[in-house]
């Protein structure tokens, strides 16, 4: 495959802890059901999976952000449970509820049938990145993605969306044993889904632990964060085009474990959520001019975009200042910030106030830049 | 009134610092369902607010646990909700639901019209306090409680729980003002509550800011802890047996700020969820012998109470590890240890792994101390 050559780097400069002229900034789903041609599209496709699973339905809503705001990244737009419902857990989405699991993995048979899926079960997946980095036309950079094995395994094993994790954690404490082998199987699925999305032209991959926060301190680091370093361990460097591929961990509420990620995971990027402070952070892990460190994604609370977009602009410059002005210097990699906000987007969230957003972090990233 | 001589004042001395021959252990929401006898009691009472607003049974259900395990300290059964109820925002229960206020405060009108209730309306809840009291008859202290500012104001702007907190969020990046005045009037009606349980034979007073750690970093501390400040400035130091009253503040997922609560809080106790490594909060803010820190409490998941009861056991000792031995010196006062969860006791709980919880951390924190 060959693709048309990329007009906007900045972000993956930015993953780099290069210098960029103004903050990249995308969102986490920003493809999704704030946006009314979203709405429209959905409703062609007849439902989540059939939007999900139709190539030219998830390149056609994959685009649909970029038409309206400047971002400086795509996402694909896809499920995190797709590697789960193609080890045949027969994922479903009923009207008005999360994700479902017709067969959740609770006990040892189940978890002794479990194995990484025939990778041509996703092949919609792999056909919609090569659809959409072509449609992007090298407009911004593709990210793809997939769910860390500890977040994959709570769905697996809770067979939906949870508020205790009574039923991963009961197994756990109890059966250690049977969740690492869950564990250690998604981690090798997860890879192989990464590298194939890479193969298909994704050209930074990153990786949700949306559920790690709920996990002690302890079970984190051997029950999430282990399985997201074997993720990373088998990740190709470099997608066909040559070009190296920037990985990015995010953790909902990890920042207490923000050291350990830094020292012990072998990617370009943390993700972090609204309750960290982007300075101390920037400080504790962002490397300085010509050092190593990591690249900082976030970390805005998608409730500021309910405000008036005055005030929406307001909350942007302020995570901006938070993080303060990042490396300027061609020459060398230094600390640098992608903007995000801390979780996914709202539903209810007005497109007009998401506008005013990217504005303000493009014109205040630049004013910042100048000092 | 005058009430019984303390028995087992340990939980009282590791809240003040002062060393003890074993940790202490009580548990969040240690009267509740997981406790046929309590399930019992709730049937007799017809409904949740029946059982609340009874002194006789909310004495019953207060002792239940003493009764089955030797713990360390008897919390007041209560709801974190009674105050704004008693403001006058009508709190139900529905069956299979959780609370939910029939008049939410969301607007100009609401938060003009918001006060600090009449102390009579809580009356049930002072009466339930000495009556608790006399029952224990001192064989372990009486904590009282109440919610923090912020957290009966995400209550009382949501209407009922919430999975996102738009609606209080959009108050506080939209109209800030107004929540301020919620949180101003909270704070105040709250240390009326305090004082008025201790003044009703309250021992302890814990302050559950159940919602703390959903804010936004800056946010937290303009939100949620300049009002748990508000609140402490006020409060009552010594009951009317000339007995002092430590304080207990409790944030949950708060541990990205347990320096920022340690340095601001006039209190003597901080309470601490699972994902907080209890060792390094200890080195942080516990203090050392004869200097000034804070007690911890905590921190075990209660997940871990699923596991068979020799697993619960391991766990509870590895908390207990964690922090390591307690300074034993009785002259002096040093890093103390009160034992608890992360969060309240599950209702799916079975209560004979309570036991071995309960006689684990006897057990074991005595062997510590021995070295």
Same mark, same amino acid.
């Given at each position: 495959m060959s693709f048309a050559p990329l007009l906007n780097d900045s972000f993956l400069r930015a993953c780099r802890r290069q210098a960029t002229d103004h903050t990249p900034v995308w969102l986490m789903?920003?493809? /999704?059901?704030?946006l009314p041609e979203y709405v429209a599209t959905r409703a062609k496709a007849g439902s989540f999976m059939g939007l999900a699973t139709h190539v030219d339905y998830a390149t056609e809503v994959t685009l649909q952000p970029l038409a309206r705001y400047p971002l400086d990244a795509a996402i694909l #737009? &896809?499920?995190?449970l797709t590697v789960p419902d193609a080890m045949g857990l027969g994922l479903s989405f009923a009207a008005g509820e999360g994700p479902r699991f017709a067969h959740p993995v609770r006990d040892e048979a189940a978890v002794a049938a479990l194995a990484v899926p025939d990778p041509e079960k996703l092949r919609y997946v792999f056909d919609a990145v090569t659809s959409i980095r072509t449609a992007l036309n090298g407009r911004v950079p593709l990210i793809g993605f997939s769910g860390s094995p500890w977040t994959l395994a709570c769905y697996m094993v809770e067979g939906a969306g949870s508020s205790d994790y009574r039923l991963i954690k009961t197994m756990l404490y109890s059966r250690p044993d049977l969740l690492h082998r869950i564990l250690a199987i998604n981690a090798d699925a997860v890879a192989a889904y990464l590298n194939a999305q890479i193969a298909a032209g994704a050209q930074a991959v990153m990786v949700f632990d &949306?559920?790690? /926060?709920?996990?002690a301190d302890g079970a984190f680091q051997a029950f999430s964060l282990a399985y997201t370093r074997r993720v990373l361990a088998q990740l190709r460097r470099t997608g066909d085009d040559g070009q190296d591929v920037p990985r990015i961990v995010f953790t909902k509420g990890g920042g207490l474990w923000l050291d350990a990620m830094a020292e012990q995971l072998d990617c370009e990027v943390l993700g972090l959520d609204w309750t960290v402070d982007l300075g101390a952070a920037r400080a504790r892990v962002g490397g300085s001019a010509g050092g190593p460190g990591k690249a900082l994604q976030g970390n805005l609370d998608?409730?500021?975009? #309910?405000?008036?977009p005055a005030r929406v602009a307001e909350e942007a410059r302020r995570v901006l200042d938070r993080f303060g002005a990042p490396h300027t210097d061609p020459a060398t990699i230094g600390p640098t910030h992608i903007f995000n906000l801390g979780h996914g987007i709202s539903q209810y969230t007005p497109p007009e106030h998401v506008a005013a957003l990217v504005e303000a972090v493009h014109s205040h990233s630049r004013a910042l830049r100048r000092g």
């Amino acid at each position: 495959m060959s693709f048309a050559p990329l007009l906007n780097d900045s972000f993956l400069r930015a993953c780099r802890r290069q210098a960029t002229d103004h903050t990249p900034v995308w969102l986490m789903r920003q493809a /999704g059901r704030y946006l009314p041609e979203y709405v429209a599209t959905r409703a062609k496709a007849g439902s989540f999976m059939g939007l999900a699973t139709h190539v030219d339905y998830a390149t056609e809503v994959t685009l649909q952000p970029l038409a309206r705001y400047p971002l400086d990244a795509a996402i694909l #737009f &896809s499920d995190i449970l797709t590697v789960p419902d193609a080890m045949g857990l027969g994922l479903s989405f009923a009207a008005g509820e999360g994700p479902r699991f017709a067969h959740p993995v609770r006990d040892e048979a189940a978890v002794a049938a479990l194995a990484v899926p025939d990778p041509e079960k996703l092949r919609y997946v792999f056909d919609a990145v090569t659809s959409i980095r072509t449609a992007l036309n090298g407009r911004v950079p593709l990210i793809g993605f997939s769910g860390s094995p500890w977040t994959l395994a709570c769905y697996m094993v809770e067979g939906a969306g949870s508020s205790d994790y009574r039923l991963i954690k009961t197994m756990l404490y109890s059966r250690p044993d049977l969740l690492h082998r869950i564990l250690a199987i998604n981690a090798d699925a997860v890879a192989a889904y990464l590298n194939a999305q890479i193969a298909a032209g994704a050209q930074a991959v990153m990786v949700f632990d &949306s559920w790690g /926060g709920v996990l002690a301190d302890g079970a984190f680091q051997a029950f999430s964060l282990a399985y997201t370093r074997r993720v990373l361990a088998q990740l190709r460097r470099t997608g066909d085009d040559g070009q190296d591929v920037p990985r990015i961990v995010f953790t909902k509420g990890g920042g207490l474990w923000l050291d350990a990620m830094a020292e012990q995971l072998d990617c370009e990027v943390l993700g972090l959520d609204w309750t960290v402070d982007l300075g101390a952070a920037r400080a504790r892990v962002g490397g300085s001019a010509g050092g190593p460190g990591k690249a900082l994604q976030g970390n805005l609370d998608p409730n500021v975009l #309910f405000a008036p977009p005055a005030r929406v602009a307001e909350e942007a410059r302020r995570v901006l200042d938070r993080f303060g002005a990042p490396h300027t210097d061609p020459a060398t990699i230094g600390p640098t910030h992608i903007f995000n906000l801390g979780h996914g987007i709202s539903q209810y969230t007005p497109p007009e106030h998401v506008a005013a957003l990217v504005e303000a972090v493009h014109s205040h990233s630049r004013a910042l830049r100048r000092g």
